[in-house]
């Protein structure tokens, strides 16, 4: 499974847009990259999956370049409620994930 | 909207005690895991199961066990409670996955918070 590196922490100011990279060199061919932000006193929660180029939903932005060794995930316009703890994940199961240390986030008025 | 419940959210035992923690889904899910995360160390797998009966050991299963005897219910075991056991514990489903579309997102309970003194 895929090795990935996230900075450990973060600061933005509300009605920014935050983008949090993830460095994955040793990628494979099948593998997903995943996105998952977890609050305090909560379990984590799926934010986005891609494989490549850029994926969008409601929440937020994957940006995958054609390499694939890195993605960035992009939250537009965060507010106080998006300080959380940000989990990227690399890989391709029947269920086994793993998770870094994540990047913290945190979001001031 | 899938709902992952665990039995407590916060437990306080003593070493060497036998301890529960129980974890239920209503999704019908195939999948399920046990992590435990502490700080600086992120989550960390212990067991999964793809199926009734079914285990794996994760990254970190020394000292634990599990029971899956129903579809929906997976329970992890702490054969003989010690203090570096002390943690959060997270449970998580999912569906199984096959074939493209990428990884099916694992859903998770809100943590028991558990404690041996």
């Known amino acids: 499974l895929a090795k990935t590196t996230q900075p450990i922490s973060m600061d933005s100011y509300e009605g920014q847009e935050v983008n949090i990279t993830c460095s994955h060199n040793?990628?494979?061919?099948?593998?997903?990259i995943t996105w998952y932000q977890q609050f305090p006193s909560q379990g984590p929660r799926f934010i986005i999956q891609g494989y490549k180029t850029k994926v969008t939903n409601e929440v937020a932005s994957l940006f995958i370049p054609a390499d694939r060794k890195s993605s960035t995930l992009s939250l537009p316009r965060v507010s106080l409620s998006d300080t959380a703890v940000y989990y990227c994940?690399?890989?391709?199961?029947?269920?086994?994930?793993?998770f870094g240390q994540g990047t913290e986030l945190s979001v001031k008025p | 909207d899938v709902k992952v419940t665990q039995s407590s959210r916060y437990l306080v035992k003593r070493t060497g005690e036998k301890v529960f923690l129980e974890c239920v889904q209503d999704?019908?899910?195939?999948?399920m895991f046990w992590y435990r995360q502490d700080p600086g160390l992120g989550l960390r797998l212990i067991y999964f199961?793809?199926?009734?009966?079914?285990?794996e050991k994760g990254d970190i299963p020394e000292g634990y066990s599990v029971s899956r005897e129903k579809k929906e219910r997976f329970s992890l075991i702490l054969e003989s409670a010690s203090t570096n056991q002390t943690s959060m514990y997270l449970c998580a489903s999912s569906l199984w996955v096959t074939g493209e579309g990428g990884n099916q997102p694992q859903h998770f309970g809100d943590g028991t918070r558990l404690s041996i003194l």
């Open positions: 994940l690399v890989g391709f199961f029947g269920g086994k994930l793993i």
């Open positions: 040793n990628i494979a061919t099948n593998d997903y």
């Open positions: 999704m019908d899910h195939e999948n």
């Open positions: 199961s793809y199926d009734v009966k079914m285990k």
